[in-house]
C-alpha cells in the first residue's frame, strides 16, 4: 500500500512508519519538524517538510496519491492547549480540516486517527478500564480538539464516503520519547535517572495510568491498514500503574540509589486513567504484547 503518515518524524509517528515500512508498505512522511525530528524518519521513506495547515499540502496528497492516510501531526502538548487555546485548535483542528478535505479529493481509502483515551474519558472509575462508550468529559482543549477530529471523521464518511479507523491510546512510552520539557513520566524519569539525577514525582505517586509500548501501538496501526472499518478502538493494556510503581521499576533496573522526590500535586491531574481494549481486540485482533517492565528496559536499552 502507499501511505501518507503525518506527523512521521515524532516519537509515534516515526515508529508506526518503521512498522509500515518493514512490512513492505511504501511511506512517505508530512512532518513540520516543530517536535519531531529528521533522524527519526526512516530514510526509505520520502519526506515533506511541511505543515498540516499549509494549503500547499492538498498537492503533495494530490500528487503522493496514497491509499491510506496515517494522521499523527497534532499539537500534543496538553498546558500548551490550556495556554493558547487558538493555536491548538488550529494545528488539531484546521490541520486536519485541510487533511480531510485533500484525501476527500483523491479518494483515500481510510484515514487512520491517533485520539486520546485517558484525556477524553476523564476520571475512569471501572475496575477493568475505560470502553469506548465511556463517558466523555474532555476538559483539555488538546483532548476536546481529539474529540471534535473524531466527529468530524464521522461526518465525512457520512457526507463523503471517507472511511477511518480511530484509535485512542492509553499513555504511550518507549523508544525516541524525548525526557527533555513536556514528555510522558517515563520519559522524563529515564533521563533524570540515567544521568544520576533524582526524579520528582508529584502528589503521592499512587495515581494510576495505562502505560502501552509503543511497539504494540505501532502494531496497532499496522491491523488498523485493513481491519477496524469505521470504528474507534482503545489502545491499551487494560492495567494501571501508579508512578511509585514506575520509579520502584526503573529504580531496580538502574540499581539506582536513593529515592524520589516527593512535591505538591499538579492542579487537574487525573487520579486513574485505565482503558479497556477488548474492542481492539475483537475489531483488530490486537493486544498488548509487551508488559511494562520488559517495556521499561526495552526503553533504557535506548536510551542507554
Known amino acids: 500500500m502507499k501511505i501518507l503518515v503525518t506527523g512521521g518524524a515524532g516519537f509515534i509517528g516515526s515508529n508506526v512508519v518503521d ?3 518493514e512490512a513492505g508498505h511504501e511511506v512517505a512522511v508530512v512532518d513540520n519538524l516543530t517536535t519531531g525530528k529528521k533522524e527519526n524518519i526512516n530514510p526509505r521513506a520520502q519526506f515533506f517538510n511541511l505543515d498540516i495547515r499549509d494549503l500547499h499540502l492538498s498537492a503533495i496528497v494530490r ?4 491509499e491510506i492516510i496515517n494522521h499523527h501531526a497534532a499539537q500534543i502538548d496538553v498546558r500548551k492547549s490550556v495556554a493558547e487555546p487558538k493555536y491548538n485548535a488550529e494545528v488539531n483542528e484546521i490541520g486536519t480540516l485541510n487533511l480531510l478535505e485533500a484525501a476527500v479529493k483523491v479518494k483515500v481509502k481510510k484515514i487512520i486517527f491517533s485520539s486520546t483515551g485517558g484525556a477524553i474519558y476523564g476520571e475512569v472509575k471501572e475496575k477493568g478500564g475505560a470502553k469506548e462508550d465511556h463517558p466523555q468529559e474532555p476538559i483539555s482543549p488538546y483532548a476536546i480538539t481529539k474529540r471534535t477530529v473524531e466527529m468530524y471523521l464521522y461526518a465525512y464518511k457520512v457526507n463523503f464516503g471517507l472511511n477511518y479507523t480511530v484509535l485512542r491510546y492509553g499513555n504511550v512510552y518507549g523508544p525516541r520519547q524525548d525526557p527533555l520539557g513536556e514528555a510522558g513520566v517515563i520519559a522524563i524519569f529515564c533521563g533524570k535517572m540515567l544521568k544520576g539525577e533524582t526524579p520528582t514525582i508529584y502528589g503521592d505517586g499512587k495515581q494510576l495510568r495505562d502505560y502501552v509500548y509503543v511497539g504494540d ?3 496497532a496501526n499496522l491491523l488498523a491498514l485493513k481491519k477496524g472499518l469505521n ?3 482503545n489502545i491499551g493494556t487494560g492495567k494501571g500503574t501508579s508512578v511509585n510503581e514506575l520509579f520502584a521499576h526503573l529504580k531496580q533496573i538502574l ?4 529515592d524520589a522526590i516527593y512535591a505538591d500535586p499538579r492542579a487537574g ?3 486513574r486513567s485505565v482503558l479497556n481494549a477488548a474492542k481492539a481486540k475483537h475489531e ?5 504484547k509487551v508488559n511494562i517492565k520488559a517495556g521499561l528496559k526495552k526503553t533504557l536499552d ?3
Open 269 to 271: 491531574e487525573l487520579f
Open 63 to 66: 500528487d503522493y496519491n496514497p
Open 284 to 288: 483488530l485482533g490486537w493486544e498488548p
Open 19 to 21: 512498522a509500515y515500512i
Open 302 to 304: 535506548w536510551y542507554d
Open 255 to 258: 540499581r539506582f540509589k536513593g
Open 231 to 233: 470504528q474507534i478502538c
Open 217 to 219: 501501538v505501532a502494531r
